[in-house]
């Protein structure tokens, strides 16, 4: 019997192996607050019928970078990033990086890297007397363009 490749478990990825980076303004550093990150391209998709056809044909016209970080509200970087625009009518060059290693696995790691960041929300105040969670905040943000910096290979089983 022929023998069979299978993906192995330990070639899976745990979502806690990794690590991200902010860039605001050129100034590069560990993004300490994060506590979860999400982020898709959406496309658009346009559908026509043609002329005798009846089926509809798809088309993709665009895409669009959007994702939703959870992050604890400690650090002035948001603060400061509203002050800003409030302020001055400014927002800052953002990019985000994001670097998914599980040791555990034979498929090495993942570097992502999102650019022309914009947090479409950003924490301001939030105090709760019935929660004994950790203070965290959701932010809907944008993207503009996005770079596989590197990628997995296939399981070491698989090559």
């Known amino acids: 019997m022929a023998e ?6 330990a070639d899976l990825v745990t979502g806690t192996e990794g690590c991200a980076y902010i860039t605001i303004d050129g100034q590069n ?5 994060l506590s979860k990150i999400d982020a898709n391209i959406e496309f658009t ?14 088309k993709v016209t665009a895409a669009e970078g959007k994702g939703t970080v959870t992050i604890y509200n400690v650090s002035p970087a948001a603060s400061a990033i509203y ?3 409030i302020k001055n009518g400014k927002t800052p060059a953002i990019s985000i ?4 290693e599980d040791t555990s696995s034979t498929i090495g790691r993942r570097v992502v890297v999102m650019r022309n960041v914009i947090l479409a929300k950003l924490p301001v105040a939030y105090l709760d007397d019935s ?18 910096l590197e990628s997995y290979t296939l399981p070491e089983n698989m090559r």
């Open 83 to 85: 002050q800003e625009y």
């Open 29 to 33: 550093r560990y993004f300490f607050e």
């Open 97 to 100: 990086q994001t670097t998914n």
């Open 45 to 58: 998709v346009s559908a026509r019928r043609l002329l005798g056809h009846r089926m509809k044909q798809h």
């Open 4 to 9: 069979r490749n299978y993906t192995k478990i």
């Open 131 to 148: 929660s004994e969670d950790l203070n965290t905040m959701d932010c809907d943000f944008t993207f503009d363009d996005v770079d596989d």
